[in-house]
């Protein structure tokens, strides 16, 4: 399998994911479902911010969204294409989940500019399967450039 191939199975892959679980909590999550007692469970927020629920002004908060995106995928594609010879190359699965998330959440706004969260665990802001496949993905970004790292020395 290519690496755009690959690139595109993922997001497709954790876009499906991140707006059939937005739309199921926004139309049968009615009350906090506690799966560690109060520590961890699902409860439904609507959040019309960003990461961590940083509001920006309207315009300019879509328009930054817009702009990351458009950078992550030139990137994105621009890696896959490098990579095309290498079989499973973790940054096209950690692209694919970033751009997944990123599409799921701008589909998940576009109806009433709220983002659906509702994974909860424990002080932490509360979150959706969008924002875990971003932050997945960036973190295994992290870990390959670290590996890279090391061969390259």
Known sequence: MGGMQLLGIITGISLLLSVASALLVDR????????????????????????????????????????????VAIIAVRHARQMANRKWP????????????????????????????????????TFNVADSCITIGAFLLIIESFIRSRRER
Do not use: K, Y
């Open 90 to 125: 973790m940054a096209n699965i950690s692209f694919g989940l970033i751009l997944g998330g990123g599409i799921a959440n701008i589909i998940d706004r576009i109806p009433d500019g709220l983002v659906t969260d509702f994974i909860q665990i424990g002080t932490f802001p």
């Open 28 to 71: 049968f999550l009615i009350e906090r479902i506690a799966v560690l007692g109060s520590f961890a469970g699902f409860q439904l927020s609507h959040n019309p911010g960003i990461a961590f629920g940083l509001r920006l002004p309207p315009v300019a908060q879509e328009i930054l969204i817009g702009i990351a995106l458009i950078l």
